[in-house]
């Protein structure tokens, strides 16, 4: 078993910048491919971002220019560095942990919110 926690989420103006934090524990936490997903109100949960223990990462293409997302293998934490938020950002931010970069891993965090707005 694998326990993801949030933290960092907020209320910004557009242009703003937010940082999510995600601290995974449990076996074999830091051997996953760790990420991110959102879901907005009325919407799918999408892809946001994900990242290999090894640093190979993947972003979903209208966040690619925005957004870092970052891991410390050692304290086995993964961050999303959000800058430049738009409205259209305003979502639930998920944490996930997997095995493929290619579909959403097992393991899911509570979710933190984040509203873009003026």
């Known amino acids: 078993q694998v326990q993801l926690v949030e933290s960092g989420g907020g209320l910004v103006q557009p242009g703003g910048s937010l940082r999510l934090s995600c601290a995974a524990s449990g076996s074999g936490a830091g051997s996953y491919i760790m990420g991110w997903y959102r879901q907005a109100p009325g919407k799918q949960r999408e892809l946001v971002a994900k990242v290999s223990r090894g640093g190979t990462t993947s972003y979903q293409n209208s966040v690619k220019d925005r957004f870092t997302i970052s891991r410390d293998n050692a304290k086995d934490t993964v961050t999303l560095q959000m800058n430049s938020l738009k409205l259209e950002d305003t979502a639930d931010y998920y944490c996930?942990?997997?095995?493929?970069?290619?579909?959403?891993?097992?393991?899911w965090g509570q979710g933190t919110q984040v509203t873009v707005s003026s």
């Open positions: 996930n942990a997997g095995t493929l970069f290619g579909i959403p891993g097992l393991y």
